[in-house]
């Protein structure tokens, strides 16, 4: 059983930074992709970032430019540095780890408890 913790959240002003982790436990060799998801208030999950076992890295536009997913293997753990924060960062951040592809459905995933963000302006 793949278990996912998530931390680093908080709250920030607007042009902050923060660094996310995702620490697995029970980490299975069949999980392929790691990615970062978020919600706010009021909407639907949405993706925000991806890095596959081989390192292959993804990001929504939302983020690009301003955010970085990174892996240490040796540890099990997946960051996302975010910088240049905005109020529209705010959420709910979750990682989750699939099989093969972080597009897949999100009960073929493991899901961590969420970190929250909040970014004032």
């Known amino acids: 059983q793949v278990q996912l913790v998530e931390s680093g959240g908080g709250s920030v002003q607007a042009g902050g930074s923060l660094r996310l982790s995702c620490a697995a436990s029970?980490?299975?060799?069949?999980?392929?992709?790691v990615g970062w998801f978020r919600q706010a208030p009021g909407k639907e999950r949405e993706w925000v970032a991806s890095?596959?076992?081989?390192?292959?890295?993804y990001y929504a536009d939302s983020v690009k430019g301003r955010f970085t997913i990174s892996q240490d293997n040796a540890r099990d753990t997946v960051y996302l540095q975010m910088n240049g924060l905005k109020a529209e960062d705010t959420a709910m951040y979750y990682c989750a780890a699939f099989p093969l592809s972080c597009g897949e459905p999100p009960d073929r995933g493991y899901w961590g408890q969420g970190t929250q963000v909040t970014v004032s302006s």
């Open positions: 890095i596959y076992k081989k390192g292959q890295t």
């Open positions: 029970g980490y299975s060799y069949n999980t392929n992709c």
